[in-house]
T-cell receptor, first 110, second 113 residues
Framework: DAKTTQPPSMDCAEGRAANLPCNHSTISGNEYVYWYRQIHSQGPQYIIHGLKNNETNEMASLIITEDRKSSTLILPHATLRDTAVYYCIVRVAITDKLIFGTGTRLQVFP | DAMVIQNPRYQVTQFGKPVTLSCSQTLNHNVMYWYQQKSSQAPKLLFHYYDKDFNNEADTPDNFQSRRPNTSFCFLDIRSPGLGDAAMYLC????????????FGPGTRLTVL
């Protein structure tokens, strides 16, 4: 499974966009990019996933570069409740497994 | 609401005393997973069931076992807990595993005395 690299921590002001980068330079053609987050003392929560195209849902947007070697998760208007560890995961389409990396700890401040 | 339920939320056991953690789901999903998350670390997959088929991760210690008596329930058995097994244990489900999101329970925090 391809590995991901994320910055260990980031800060974001409340109301501003939070842009969380992820590098996955060894990604293969059939591997999806998934994002989960984990708020303190809770189970991880699915955010979004994509293969090639940019994706948007009610929680976030996922921008994947054309060469698919990196991606950015965008929280358009961060709130204090978005403070969490965000995990970028590369997942092979035919497997059932998520292999979590170290994640980015996002702190949203007032 | 459909959900993944883990009981208990907090479990204390003694060194070497067997312990069982439980997970139930109302989502009717085919796949159930168990993860171990130690303090300040990412979740690590221990094993998963695709329906009744058990899939163990290569580096999961033999001390950890699992049972899935029916679609709704899955158990994690730790036969002889050591101090290093203290962690949060997370249960998750997915509809059929492939391109579906996983739904996580709140976890059970295990303390080993």
């Amino acid at each position: 499974d391809a590995k991901t690299t994320q910055p260990p921590s980031m800060d974001c002001a409340e109301g501003r966009a939070a842009n969380l980068p992820c590098n996955h330079s060894t990604i293969s053609g059939n591997e999806y990019v998934y994002w989960y987050r984990q708020i303190h003392s809770q189970g991880p929560q699915y955010i979004i996933h994509g293969l090639k195209n940019n994706e948007t849902n009610e929680m976030a947007s996922l921008i994947i570069t054309e060469d698919r070697k990196s991606s950015t998760l965008i929280l358009p208007h961060a709130t204090l409740r978005d403070t969490a560890v965000y995990y970028c995961i590369v997942r092979v389409a035919i497997t059932d497994k998520l292999i979590f990396g170290t994640g980015t700890r996002l702190q949203v401040f007032p | 609401d459909a959900m993944v339920i883990q009981n208990p939320r907090y479990q204390v056991t003694q060194f070497g005393k067997p312990v069982t953690l439980s997970c139930s789901q109302t989502l009717n999903h085919n796949v159930m997973y168990w993860y171990q998350q130690k303090s300040s670390q990412a979740p690590k997959l221990l094993f998963h069931y695709y329906d009744k088929d058990f899939n163990n991760e290569a580096d999961t210690p033999d001390n950890f076992q699992s049972r899935r008596p029916n679609t709704s329930f899955c158990f994690l058995d730790i036969r002889s807990p050591g101090l290093g097994d203290a962690a949060m244990y997370l249960c998750a489900t997915s509809r059929d595993g492939r391109d579906n999101e996983q739904f996580f329970g709140p976890g059970t925090r295990l303390t080993v005395l």
